[in-house]
């Protein structure tokens, strides 16, 4: 009798606990909170729409005009020309340092994900110090007999910048997939007589498609909403036209807002719809991946990798390094005179560390409440913000710049409380980069066992007890690892920070380009080292360090 009581009070007790982890819905306050979110996330793509079509202009007449149909097609032929040329770059280098006996792999694994520090107008400006006429390639090349390199300009230019500094958006998540890869299918082709060239096409490809297909989706959105390298290569896409035509013509500057916002609306949903449609990948492994030897092919594959290495990230640092050096050994010899000092240098960093820094934790705070309700809850208005705030990854910053400034300049509430002001950078920066953070909160958020709440719920805490005690301390690696993400990507950030900082506040991504553009070499060279330094130290935490752990 004792024995069937104590078995009906456990019983009774899964019974509460279960009803408990799957009955306890979120409360109205998170859910407010995240629905706040999510029109926050969604306003400046918002506004943009309704600006082209408010005050009667006729967006429809700009958008087949001249003047917005040769930008769009630049900006087409830039995105899938980088996208294909990332694609195979990104691919062939993840299959020789995850499959193959490269020499010095380690080291090429460390080195490659590096272009991820540079901001692209940094590439560009370095690259063609270095590779154009009269550069470091041109110095070194005429030893050789050869007296002119070809000129680095135009959409040349742009395209070899853009793939060097995003082909470890294809790199990294290609290179993870192999290493988990199972061996057993390759190995089972392998015997059945097929190359390492039809195993790879037959096998690694349709498992690895899905990185493949994500990563080169991020580099076709990141050439769409790029600026400063194509800037400083002279090539006229949507993002430049923008930027000209913001403040001469600002219909114009709504047109092509609304194009771009279209066009990576629809590269988003396009890809949604493919990766669907792809083979569902293996999952787990299956002993050790498989490496294939290379053999007569060795010297070739470790040249090739050099040789990009060399490019992306040995030619910037010589280029800025030579920048800096030049600069100092001149003014200390009595030359010209830098026209920054140091305390100018260091008050462009402590003001690009302090606003990634707010700005990483207010879009870690502001997607935190949707993470809970996806995560824990399992709650529509979750799935909905959820879905808003990834979205907004495909808004370029340019728009949002753009936005925001039509915004505070069209009313005068706005104008008043934030015109002029950090927190409506601080909101820029969070619509940016705040997807950014959403995909690691969200796991988080998920890697919080339900027993403890459920242990806490009964001892009596309310939620907000909980959420201190359990839900706080378990996601904090997470949360931090989030708000790193977005403070790497925040100290890079160009257009928004160079169109709504307030008047007299510089970052060093503003100062670099505006020195850039004003020919102070020398002074870009020694800021753009500082920057590429800390973005070093954050990508070595971020993503190499991690990369190494998986």
Same mark, same amino acid.
């Given at each position: 009798m004792v024995g069937s009581n104590s078995l009906r009070h456990a019983q009774g007790v899964t019974v509460a606990l279960t009803g408990m982890t799957h009955c306890s819905g979120a409360s109205v306050t998170l859910r407010i909170l995240g629905l706040a979110a999510a029109a926050i996330f969604a306003f400046p793509g918002v506004y943009l729409v309704y600006r082209n079509f408010a005050a009667g202009s006729d967006p429809a007449g700009l958008l087949i005009s001249d003047r917005t149909i040769g930008p769009l097609w630049r900006s087409l032929q830039l995105a899938v020309s980088v996208s294909a040329a990332a694609l195979g770059l990104g691919t062939g280098l993840a299959w020789l340092t995850s499959r193959t006996d490269l020499p010095l792999l380690r080291l090429w694994r460390i080195l490659l994900p590096l272009p991820l520090v540079f901001p692209t107008f940094v590439g560009a400006a370095a690259l063609i110090h270095a590779l154009n006429p009269g550069g470091l390639a041109n110095d #070194?090349? +005429? +030893? @050789?007999?050869?007296? *002119?390199?070809?000129?680095?300009?135009? @959409? *040349?230019?742009?395209?070899?910048v853009l793939t060097l500094m995003t082909y470890p958006y294809v790199y990294l998540p290609v290179a993870a997939r192999l290493r988990q890869l199972p061996g057993t299918l390759e190995e089972s082709a392998r015997v059945l007589g097929d190359t390492a060239l039809k195993v790879f096409g037959r096998v690694c490809i349709p498992q690895t498609a899905s990185a493949m297909g994500a990563g080169t989706l991020l580099v076709f959105l990141y050439t769409l909403s790029d600026f400063g390298a194509v800037q400083l290569m002279r090539y006229d896409t949507l993002t430049r $036209?923008? $930027?000209?035509?913001? #403040? /001469?013509?600002p219909p114009v500057a709504l047109a092509l807002s609304l194009i771009l916002l279209v066009l990576a609306a629809l590269v988003v949903v396009g890809e949604r719809g493919f990766s669907q449609r792809l083979p569902d990948a293996a999952s787990g492994r299956s002993g050790q991946p498989m490496i294939y030897p290379l053999g007569r092919w060795r010297a070739a594959a470790t040249g090739f990798v050099a040789l990009t290495v060399a490019c992306a990230v040995g030619a910037?640092?010589? $280029? #800025?390094?030579?920048? $800096?050096?030049?600069?100092?050994? *001149?003014? /200390?010899?009595?030359g010209r005179e830098l026209t920054i000092d140091f305390p100018k240098v260091y008050e462009a960093t402590v003001n690009t560390v302090g606003v990634s820094v707010v700005a990483a934790l207010v879009s870690t705070a502001a997607v935190l409440p949707i993470a809970l309700l996806v995560g824990r809850y399992r709650s529509r208005v979750g799935s909905f913000a959820h879905a808003l705030v990834v979205s907004t990854f495909a808004l370029p910053g340019i728009l949002i710049a753009l936005s925001i400034r039509f915004w505070t300049l069209r009313s005068d509430i706005a104008f008043e409380l934030f015109n002029d002001t950090m927190a409506l950078l601080i909101f820029a920066y969070m619509v940016r980069f705040g997807s950014l953070a959403m995909g690691v909160t969200l796991v988080a958020v998920r890697g919080v066992p339900? *027993? #403890?709440?459920?242990?806490?719920?009964?001892?009596g805490a309310g939620r907000l007890r909980r959420f201190l005690a359990v839900d706080l301390p378990m996601m904090a690696p997470g949360l931090l690892a989030g708000a790193g993400l977005v403070l790497l990507s925040v100290m890079k950030e160009l257009p928004i920070s160079l169109f709504v900082s307030p008047l007299g506040f510089s970052t060093l991504a503003t100062r670099i380009f505006s020195s850039f553009e004003d020919a102070f070499i020398a002074e870009a060279g020694i800021m753009a080292v500082v920057l590429v330094a800390l973005s070093f130290v954050l990508t070595w935490f971020l993503v190499i360090r991690r990369d190494h752990l998986l």
């Amino acid at each position: 009798m004792v024995g069937s009581n104590s078995l009906r009070h456990a019983q009774g007790v899964t019974v509460a606990l279960t009803g408990m982890t799957h009955c306890s819905g979120a409360s109205v306050t998170l859910r407010i909170l995240g629905l706040a979110a999510a029109a926050i996330f969604a306003f400046p793509g918002v506004y943009l729409v309704y600006r082209n079509f408010a005050a009667g202009s006729d967006p429809a007449g700009l958008l087949i005009s001249d003047r917005t149909i040769g930008p769009l097609w630049r900006s087409l032929q830039l995105a899938v020309s980088v996208s294909a040329a990332a694609l195979g770059l990104g691919t062939g280098l993840a299959w020789l340092t995850s499959r193959t006996d490269l020499p010095l792999l380690r080291l090429w694994r460390i080195l490659l994900p590096l272009p991820l520090v540079f901001p692209t107008f940094v590439g560009a400006a370095a690259l063609i110090h270095a590779l154009n006429p009269g550069g470091l390639a041109n110095d #070194l090349m +005429s +030893s @050789f007999g050869i007296d *002119r390199t070809p000129e680095l300009r135009g @959409f *040349r230019g742009a395209w070899l910048v853009l793939t060097l500094m995003t082909y470890p958006y294809v790199y990294l998540p290609v290179a993870a997939r192999l290493r988990q890869l199972p061996g057993t299918l390759e190995e089972s082709a392998r015997v059945l007589g097929d190359t390492a060239l039809k195993v790879f096409g037959r096998v690694c490809i349709p498992q690895t498609a899905s990185a493949m297909g994500a990563g080169t989706l991020l580099v076709f959105l990141y050439t769409l909403s790029d600026f400063g390298a194509v800037q400083l290569m002279r090539y006229d896409t949507l993002t430049r $036209a923008i $930027a000209t035509n913001q #403040l /001469a013509n600002p219909p114009v500057a709504l047109a092509l807002s609304l194009i771009l916002l279209v066009l990576a609306a629809l590269v988003v949903v396009g890809e949604r719809g493919f990766s669907q449609r792809l083979p569902d990948a293996a999952s787990g492994r299956s002993g050790q991946p498989m490496i294939y030897p290379l053999g007569r092919w060795r010297a070739a594959a470790t040249g090739f990798v050099a040789l990009t290495v060399a490019c992306a990230v040995g030619a910037p640092l010589l $280029a #800025l390094g030579d920048w $800096a050096a030049r600069g100092l050994l *001149r003014s /200390a010899t009595g030359g010209r005179e830098l026209t920054i000092d140091f305390p100018k240098v260091y008050e462009a960093t402590v003001n690009t560390v302090g606003v990634s820094v707010v700005a990483a934790l207010v879009s870690t705070a502001a997607v935190l409440p949707i993470a809970l309700l996806v995560g824990r809850y399992r709650s529509r208005v979750g799935s909905f913000a959820h879905a808003l705030v990834v979205s907004t990854f495909a808004l370029p910053g340019i728009l949002i710049a753009l936005s925001i400034r039509f915004w505070t300049l069209r009313s005068d509430i706005a104008f008043e409380l934030f015109n002029d002001t950090m927190a409506l950078l601080i909101f820029a920066y969070m619509v940016r980069f705040g997807s950014l953070a959403m995909g690691v909160t969200l796991v988080a958020v998920r890697g919080v066992p339900q *027993r #403890l709440h459920d242990s806490a719920q009964i001892l009596g805490a309310g939620r907000l007890r909980r959420f201190l005690a359990v839900d706080l301390p378990m996601m904090a690696p997470g949360l931090l690892a989030g708000a790193g993400l977005v403070l790497l990507s925040v100290m890079k950030e160009l257009p928004i920070s160079l169109f709504v900082s307030p008047l007299g506040f510089s970052t060093l991504a503003t100062r670099i380009f505006s020195s850039f553009e004003d020919a102070f070499i020398a002074e870009a060279g020694i800021m753009a080292v500082v920057l590429v330094a800390l973005s070093f130290v954050l990508t070595w935490f971020l993503v190499i360090r991690r990369d190494h752990l998986l």
